[in-house]
């Protein structure tokens, strides 16, 4: 008999239960605790998995009372959010989809699993895959923006980093993917309030990533705490048995959200802990996240007939064969066993400010502001995230302490030692004080270039970080109208620099500054990024992964709308548009600038006819006619015009990239597998249809800028 059944044989219910519970534990100075229970709770066998415990001494310190002290010996499951980095911090992953890399987001989630694995980590909460199309919402800081097709291919990359070549491997996390599903259109950009989209939605928009997780072999998946058209997921037996295990196979554990299954009750759905239990056991949740419903509940259920001995053990089964998986029976010391060396942390510090860069987005570079002159005599850097290192972290910064964060102003230091900085934050991120305005101002005078670090605070996104009005906070617009204004006097340039976890509502600004960058939460190595990006050590070659509203009321938006029967026509009066601002975006989904000047020509497709088996070469000439060096990314995009289903405008279906000297022309090649053309029909289900599909090519999803032609598709 193998080593589960046998353990199964000899478990008793409240150990059993303990295997389904996974409690928050935590570092005190007097040693690693137990959130709501003791470590008694562990020799007892009646806890068997924890999260929030980091280091390798107390994770030994838990480990050995589990192996070495319980009556069966089962090793703990220790799971925390490396959301985008452990101790050393990357880009936030709404930031590094921007890279349209799936390589580098591969390799920064595998160092996240090595530095969280040297902390006796077994469980990364991780990637977060929720498609978000509501700046509003806190969470699209967290998450792959706003593309289904890109969010497919961050879950491939994020799954095989975490979980590398063998989750058995010492070095090796259980990826947990989340929040399935459907968590990004809450409504009204609400954190945790309800959602309710249409199934072709669902099925088009939001399952595709979890389905490639699962296709890339993803240990752990994690229900969302929404419901979806009133049945909450962590009790949607619909979705997480018959679509999540049934229909996409997934064979993995399922990890409530934390406390998700006691929340039950106030979604409405069950009495009381022991009906919110059997609901989310029935459903096929595995582990219980601090809820302490399992343990306490599905003893009452068993007796209400509500649960059967059969769904525990098999729920159990799941949690064992991961902790098999994971090698922890084997060996459960093994992860944090063998501290990091100096050089593989200064190596990852460098992946971190080379990542960093390259999510920087250029938005906007009048006269080519930027870069820098080579070596300025002064520079007044202004704003309260000017010289906020703990900020740069983003909202989820897991282990990764304040110290050791590099702001901007320590970074151009570092970049600049011949250059006088001047700094001044000149009001708080988020505070109604507007007194240190004028003294900021007056640094201005006499400076090369201006440089406005304005923005979010690192909790203003993430979890619980919805807000209605997603511009910048506090007084920061009054200072930055106070700097354009003297700066005008001056005839000097304003360079601003955003850092927020979201697209901000920043119309007025974009069009006063001469340049603008997104830097969003860039990690630990922020500042030295940014410094390399201005002082052109580093050209910008980030996009947003996000359409930047220009407007409040444009939200939700994003490119692959549907058609409407009345398309915007500003000499018909009857057409979809506002009556008080553009349909357009601030800046369209793809955006995204370089010290280059890129031009497309001479687009073939070949073959322009083609059956189901076949692939179209797609390939087009790109010049840089700039005076500079730079890498241009050029997206491919579709649009179906005629088929049984209304179809979006634009659907991007791949993208490349190109780097190119001044003066340099180069020819960019993609394919594109006529099979991927499928879509869901009218009844949902795949359909392949004949008839013309535009192919279009360019910088972003604006289609002004695109390159088009046609192709035919045959039966
Ligand atoms: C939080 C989040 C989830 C996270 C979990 C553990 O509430 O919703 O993403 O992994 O709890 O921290």
Redesign the pocket.
């Known amino acids: 008999m193998n080593r589960i059944e046998s353990l199964l044989d000899r478990m008793t219910l409240a150990e059993k239960l303990g295997q389904l519970t996974m409690t928050?534990a935590g570092y005190a100075v007097t040693g690693p605790f137990i959130a709501g229970d003791s470590t008694d709770a562990i020799k007892a066998g009646t806890i068997g998995n924890l999260?929030?415990l980091v280091g390798p001494e107390p994770v030994r310190q838990m480990q050995r009372l589990a192996v070495e002290e319980s009556r069966l010996g089962i090793p703990l499951l220790i799971?925390?959010?490396v959301i985008h980095g452990h101790r050393t911090l990357f880009p936030i992953p709404l930031a590094e989809a921007g890279l349209f890399d799936p390589a580098s987001w591969a390799l920064t989630a595998r160092e996240a699993a090595r530095e969280a694995c040297a902390d006796g980590l077994a469980m990364a909460?991780?990637p977060?895959l929720d498609v978000s199309r509501d700046p509003r919402w806190g969470r699209t800081a967290?998450g792959p923006g706003e593309d289904p097709w890109l969010a497919v291919r961050i879950a491939r990359a994020k799954v095989s980093g975490l979980q590398g070549a063998a989750l058995a491997d010492a070095e090796s996390l259980a990826a947990?993917a989340?929040?399935f599903c459907a968590y990004g259109p809450v409504t009204a950009g609400r954190e945790y309030a309800s959602v309710d989209i249409s199934e072709r939605t669902l099925r088009e928009i939001h399952l595709p990533a979890f389905a490639a997780a699962v296709q890339a072999g993803v240990a752990a998946i994690?229900p969302a705490?929404t419901d979806l058209a009133g049945i909450p997921m962590t009790a949607n037996a619909a979705l997480l048995r018959d679509t999540l295990r049934g229909q996409l196979g997934f064979g993995g554990v399922l990890v409530s959200?934390?406390n998700a299954i006691g929340e039950l009750i106030r979604h409405g759905i069950a009495a009381d802990l022991a009906e919110a239990a059997a609901l989310a056991l029935k459903a096929g949740v595995d582990i219980d996240?601090m809820a302490d419903a399992y343990r306490r509940g599905l003893p009452l259920a068993l007796e209400r007939g509500l649960v059967t001995m059969e769904q525990i053990d098999t729920s159990v089964r799941r949690v064992l064969r991961l902790k098999e998986q994971l090698g922890l029976f084997d060996d459960p010391y093994r992860r944090g066993a063998t501290p990091e060396s100096s050089e593989q942390l200064a190596q990852r510090r460098k992946l971190a400010r080379s990542v960093a860069a390259r999510a920087i987005v250029l938005l906007k570079n009048e006269q080519e502001t930027l870069p820098l002159p080579p070596a300025p005599r002064r520079l007044c850097l202004i704003g309260p995230l000017a010289d906020a290192p703990a900020e740069m972290r983003g909202p989820w910064w897991a282990a990764g302490e304040p110290e050791g964060q590099v702001s901007v102003l320590a970074g151009l230091r570092a970049a600049l030692p011949g250059t006088e900085i001047l700094q001044a934050s000149g009001v708080a991120i988020d505070e109604p004080r507007k007194a240190g305005i004028a003294k900021a101002v007056e640094l201005c005078e006499g400076a090369d270039a201006i440089i406005l670090c304005l923005g979010e605070r690192a909790t203003m996104s993430g979890?619980a970080a919805s807000r209605a009005s997603p511009e910048l906070p506090g007084q920061q617009r009054a200072l930055a109208e106070a700097v354009f204004k003297r700066a005008a006097k001056l005839g000097c340039r304003v360079i601003v620099i955003l850092f927020s976890g979201r697209p901000l509502i920043v119309p007025w600004l974009a069009g006063k500054a001469d340049a603008v960058l997104a830097a969003w939460f860039l990690g630990s190595e922020a500042g030295n990024a940014i410094a390399d990006v201005l002082t052109c050590r580093v050209s910008p070659s980030g996009r947003t992964a996000i359409t930047w509203p220009r407007a409040l009321g444009q939200m939700p938006i994003f490119y692959a709308q549907r058609p409407s029967g009345r398309p915007a026509n500003p000499d018909d009066h009857f057409t979809s548009k506002y009556l008080d601002v553009s349909n357009e975006p601030l800046y369209p989904f793809g955006h995204g600038l370089s010290y280059g000047r890129f031009t497309l020509q001479d687009l073939h497709l070949t073959p322009d006819k083609l059956s189901e088996k076949e692939s179209v070469e797609v390939q087009v000439d790109v010049t840089n006619a700039g005076a500079r060096a730079a890498e241009e990314t050029v997206f491919l995009f579709t649009r179906d015009k005629l088929a049984s289903v209304a179809r979006p405008l634009l659907e991007l279906r791949g993208f490349a990239k190109i780097a190119l000297r001044p003066g340099e022309t180069g020819t960019v090649s993609l394919s594109l597998a006529a099979a991927d053309l499928r879509f869901l029909g009218p009844d949902l289900l795949p359909v392949f249809e004949e008839g013309e599909v535009e192919i279009l090519v360019g910088p972003c999803a604006d289609r002004s800028q695109l390159l088009a032609g046609t192709i035919r598709l045959c039966k």
């Open positions: 928050a999260l929030n799971g925390f959010d909460f991780a977060m967290e947990c989340k929040h994690m705490f959200d934390y996240m979890e």
